[in-house]
């Protein structure tokens, strides 16, 4: 079992930046996938970034060149950079562990708002 705990979400203004983590603990293989993915109210959740335990990186076009995902491995961290904020960014912001056998893990989630 692994558990994930994010953070800093906020309340930011359009073209502000933020920076969210997301700690993973107990049973990780050193093999995995972690990623960002959020859902916005009424639309279906969708991915963000990914970050291989390699660090090869997946990004959706919409955050291509504006977010910015790395990770500490050592901590078993994630991060995603966000900088340009826009309004259609607002959302709930979930991490994602994906281990060896295709388990995944989802973390609670944070909120980010970004307003106009």
């Known amino acids: 079992q692994a558990q994930l705990v994010e953070s800093g979400g906020d309340l930011v203004q359009a073209g502000g930046s933020l920076r969210l983590s997301c700690a993973a603990s107990?049973?990780?293989?050193?093999?995995?996938?972690m990623g960002w993915y959020r859902q916005a109210p009424g639309k279906q959740r969708e991915l963000v970034a990914t970050?291989?335990?390699?660090?090869?990186?997946n990004y959706a076009d919409s955050v291509k060149g504006r977010f910015t995902i790395s990770r500490a491995n050592a901590k078993n961290t994630v991060y995603l950079q966000m900088n340009s904020l826009k309004p259609e960014d607002t959302a709930v912001y979930y991490c994602?562990?994906?281990?060896?056998?295709?388990?995944?893990?989802w973390g609670q989630g944070t909120q980010v708002t970004v307003s106009s």
């Open positions: 994602r562990l994906t281990v060896v056998g295709g388990i995944l893990y």
């Open positions: 107990g049973s990780i293989s050193s093999v995995n996938i």
């Open positions: 970050i291989t335990s390699s660090g090869t990186t």
